[in-house]
């Protein structure tokens, strides 16, 4: 019988990238508790299980220090390898935290491999921050999972509208809030800190990336009692949920930097302690700022769009420019905003998780679990489906393909090598041929 008979969950996460596994692996911690009160939340006992999903993502050691999370057992898995590995372990819940292709590629294999039986794990996925873009393709590359966990409840209410709005069941969506949101309440710091929250695709040219490098350091200039703060999320070489092919660790070694400015790296949440502004042009880094009611700034420069994610923040009162940041302007969030936002600065955040975790102790202990039922299937998109599963391995009906991996070992040294080799290639190719080759094509 499945591990719920008993107090304590074993859970396995799946994750492609650093910030994947740093969401997976905190939704894991969170929806293993139990409310004992109003006010006493009491964590159960949990074997948390890391799975990391091989690709050029795969978050290094440094990374998954900096996410602060410990598992239990943590190994590096192809698609098909885990599916093996699901069929010799027991679990009460899966969280995938994987980009939505290969979440759905997971599910047909999962729902293969449980076919016929009711006695599985939970199945949970969701997103890792901001869902800002492809949203109905991404939600129906999720849809299957016994629960996909909305980040807000302005996202619950989204996600509904399309699963109903293409006739698929919407009663997996389940709201809950980030589940990396925390820390101590904003006060003072001396001196005061201005933080600016980088993200690795945007925005994606040299010189939006530069100008916002410069205004950063310019700001640092004018305001030399302060201390500015260039947060980075990956070292050279390093890969992240998204493709950095400009880092401005890179672009910053040919400027003078004043003596007030600096780059760090390290735990967000640890930053934040001593932030008296954040700065970002969409990073979720502005949610765990807001929760902590640090003064929050979305840059509004490069314009309001779409591609740069920052129209998400409409409304919240935090869009301004760096002009009105050097004369001193303080953003007030608009409190509403921040309500459908699942940003819980009343105190209430510990209770968001209610409702998952209630679920998935009702399916645990039912008599048993229906099969896993995508709505993409090889009836309702039979030209987009068979292509998702064959890059991770699997046939149209969710088996591995022949020449799939077999073994569950770790590999040879010489394979090792081989990979790092190739992994380095193709990061290589990203941040320095491929530029290039963008550049000359504009010429």
Known sequence: MPASTRKSLRVAVL????????????????ISTTETSNTDIQESALRLDGYLLRGRATPTARQLEEVGVRADSLREVTA????RAMERERYDVLVLALVGGAVQAVLHGLAHLWDGSTERPVVVTGYVGVVYEKLAD?????????LVLANSRQDADRFRDVYEGVGADASSVTEVALPFLGGAAYS???????????QPSVPESRKDRTYL???????????PDREVLLKLRSKPGEHTTHIEELPYQKLAQKTDLPANFRLVYGHMGEVLDRTDLLVTISSTAALESLHRRIPTVVLSDLGVRESLGNHH??????????????????PAP????????????????????????TRIAELLAGPGLPPLTPYYTPVTAPGYLPGI???????????PLPGAPTADKEPSPVRQIVRRAARGAYRHGVQRVAPVIRRMGDL
């Open 15 to 30: 994750a492609d990238s650093d910030t994947r596994w740093k969401w997976g692996s905190l939704t894991a911690n969170r």
């Open 80 to 83: 098909v390898e885990f599916l």
């Open 138 to 146: 991404g939600l129906l590359l999720r849809h299957g999972a016994d």
């Open 188 to 198: 003072k710091n001396d001196p005061y800190t201005v933080v600016f929250a980088a």
């Open 213 to 223: 490098l410069d205004r950063l350091i310019a700001h640092a200039r004018l305001h």
């Open 313 to 330: 923040f409409v409304g919240s009162g935090c869009l301004a420019s760096w002009d009105q940041l050097d004369a001193g302007h303080q």
């Open 334 to 357: 608009d409190p509403a905003w921040v309500a459908r936002q699942g940003v819980a600065a009343d105190g209430s955040y510990e209770t968001a998780f209610d409702e998952a975790r």
């Open 389 to 399: 599963l064959a890059r991770h391995h699997l046939a149209p009906d969710g088996s």
